[in-house]
């Protein structure tokens, strides 16, 4: 609140400074005020069109807020005028997901591995597309050349989920028991973990997970009604 302050000040006194609205509106981004902080990029590019840093911040800033739209408009504007820049595409491929555009999600996404063809983010995103459209070898594809890279919680458990989605239950209980090692108090890994033990019929285990699962999200309705609870 105190930056604001000082920012506020200084815009009174002249409201074109620029590098004093920008500052602001990553201010107000960082407080989680996303709303106001594409407002106040929207000003900085009023007085400055062609910033494409300031033009970045109002996309995210719209992603945050959940203008998904608004966003992907904002981030293909930067995509043309940076197509060699794998972020930038990455950046776009994720606000039309968020969007739905899954199509257009998927070519940006294309775009970004064309150019970094190591990047993690771009192959989860991209399995996430495959994912949506229920194309689960294609996202099982993706997800395990992003593990490949760097195995974290959130693409085990998506890979996990696809594998189930495939019958696959044996590698997806693999994925899960993979995922509660990066996090042993992961909620959504206890009870994924268990769908799958109970497709394998390995009821004692499952529900063993579920309990674990309950303590660790207590309110958690899908796991207190595979519970029995509700």
Same mark, same amino acid.
């Given at each position: 609140?105190?930056?604001?302050? !000082?920012?506020?000040?200084?815009?009174?006194? !002249?409201?074109?400074?620029?590098?004093?609205?920008?500052? #602001?509106?990553?201010?107000?981004? #960082?407080?989680? #005020?996303?709303?106001?902080?594409?407002?106040?990029?929207?000003?900085?590019? +009023?007085?400055? %069109?062609?910033?494409?840093?300031?033009?970045?911040?109002? /996309?995210?800033?719209?992603?945050?807020?959940?203008? /998904?739209?608004?966003?992907? =408009?904002?981030?293909?504007?930067?995509?043309?005028?940076? %197509?060699?820049?794998?972020?930038?595409? @990455?950046?776009?491929?994720?606000?039309?997901?968020?969007?739905?555009? @899954? +199509?257009?999600?998927?070519?940006?996404?294309?775009?970004?591995?064309?150019?970094?063809?190591?990047?993690?983010?771009?192959?989860?995103?991209?399995?996430?597309?495959?994912?949506?459209?229920?194309?689960?070898?294609?996202?099982? =594809?993706?997800?395990?050349?992003?593990? /490949?890279?760097?195995? +974290?919680?959130?693409? @085990?458990?998506?890979?996990?989920?696809?594998?189930?989605?495939?019958?696959?239950?044996?590698?997806?209980? !693999?994925?899960?028991?993979? /995922?509660?090692?990066?996090?042993?108090?992961?909620?959504?890994?206890?009870? &994924?973990?268990? !769908?799958?033990?109970?497709?394998?019929?390995?009821? +004692?285990?499952?529900?063993?997970?579920?309990? &674990?699962?309950?303590?660790?999200?207590?309110?958690?309705?899908?796991?207190?009604?595979?519970?029995?609870?509700?």
């Amino acid at each position: 609140e105190g930056a604001l302050a !000082d920012y506020d000040r200084a815009l009174a006194l !002249d409201p074109s400074q620029i590098g004093a609205l920008s500052n #602001r509106s990553g201010t107000l981004a #960082r407080m989680g #005020r996303y709303v106001e902080a594409a407002e106040g990029f929207t000003q900085v590019l +009023d007085l400055r %069109p062609d910033d494409m840093v300031a033009l970045s911040s109002r /996309a995210t800033a719209q992603l945050l807020a959940n203008e /998904a739209d608004a966003a992907a =408009k904002d981030f293909a504007l930067v995509a043309a005028a940076n %197509p060699e820049n794998p972020a930038a595409h @990455l950046n776009l491929g994720i606000a039309l997901n968020a969007a739905g555009n @899954l +199509d257009q999600a998927q070519a940006a996404f294309d775009a970004a591995l064309a150019l970094d063809p190591t990047s993690h983010q771009s192959l989860f995103n991209r399995g996430n597309v495959h994912a949506a459209r229920e194309d689960f070898a294609l996202a099982i =594809k993706d997800y395990s050349a992003a593990v /490949a890279l760097a195995p +974290d919680l959130q693409t @085990l458990i998506n890979r996990g989920l696809a594998q189930s989605a495939l019958g696959n239950f044996p590698a997806a209980v !693999d994925d899960f028991t993979r /995922a509660l090692i990066i996090d042993p108090l992961s909620a959504a890994s206890f009870n &994924n973990r268990a !769908d799958a033990l109970t497709a394998l019929a390995r009821l +004692d285990e499952a529900l063993n997970d579920r309990l &674990n699962a309950q303590t660790l999200a207590p309110t958690n309705l899908r796991i207190l009604n595979q519970l029995g609870m509700l």
